[in-house]
Antibody
Framework: EVQLVESGGGLAQPGGSLRLSCAASGFTFGSFGMTWVRQAPGKGLEWVSYISSGSPTIYYADSVKGRFTISRDNAKNSLSLQMNSLRDEDTAVYYCTRKVGDWFLDYWGQGTLVTVSS | QSALTQPPSASGSPGQSVAISCTGT?????????VSWYQQYPGKAPRLMIY???KRPSGVPDRFSGSKSGNTASLTVSGLRAEDEADYYCSSFGGSNNLVFGGGTKLTVL
């Protein structure tokens, strides 16, 4: 059974940092691209970042470019998102997702809540 | 990276059919057959319902179907059931190595 379990969410101050992690199991993690998607309270979904399976190709949404860094450790079946220079508008539930084929996301974690507030 | 346009709400009675639209541009929906649809219940993670415009993952009822014409994609739910009441989001490859989502549609089963 495919499982994606996020952790690392919590309260951060504006300008602060937070590191999210996603533990993957039930599939060959190193063979799949992965993404982070977020959802602000009461709002819609927003794609954040993507990392490919191999020698990583990485993409970011304009809203996080230069502040967030996505990475993966295939040996540990782990995906990470380092979030720096956090802003109020980064407050959201962050989902770890598996990307398949041409940009569809077939498995999602349960999400981890990030709150940016002073 | 503009969001795709969805109606905020849609509704139908049990047994009826409802279609939810998703309008993009010639740079995303209109240029690629990479439209997906996701179902989300309150407080839960989204679930993939349709991918590559018309395909259903294993386990998704065939009451759910997808289509596309020009820059607009649609999700049709036939034979509405109470458990179909949820939020639905479309997404499309954005053409610039990004993924764009619609704003979401709240489907109410009357």
């Amino acid at each position: 059974e495919v499982q994606l379990v996020e952790s690392g969410g919590g309260l951060a101050q504006p300008g602060g940092s937070l590191r999210l992690s996603c533990a993957a199991s039930g599939f060959t993690f190193g063979s799949f691209g992965m993404t982070w998607v977020r959802q602000a309270p009461g709002k819609g979904l927003e794609w954040v970042s993507y990392i490919s399976s191999g020698s990583p190709t990485i993409y970011y949404a304009d809203s996080v470019k230069g502040r967030f860094t996505i990475s993966r450790d295939n040996a540990k079946n782990s995906l990470s998102l380092q979030m720096n220079s956090l802003r109020d508008e980064d407050t959201a539930v962050y989902y770890c997702t598996r990307k398949v084929g041409d940009w569809f996301l077939d498995y999602w974690g349960q999400g981890t809540l990030v709150t940016v507030s002073s | 990276q503009s969001a795709l346009t969805q109606p905020p709400s849609a509704s139908g009675s049990p047994g009826q059919s409802v279609a939810i639209s998703c309008t993009g541009t010639s740079s995303d929906v209109g240029d690629y057959n990479y439209v997906s649809w996701y179902q989300q219940y309150p407080g839960k993670a989204p679930r993939l319902m349709i991918y590559e415009v018309t395909k259903r993952p294993s386990g998704v009822p065939d009451r759910f179907s997808g289509s596309k014409s020009g820059n607009t994609a649609s999700l049709t739910v036939s034979g509405l059931r109470a458990e179909d009441e949820a939020d639905y989001y479309c997404s499309s490859f954005g053409g610039s190595n990004n993924l764009v989502f619609g704003g979401g549609t709240k489907l109410t089963v009357l």
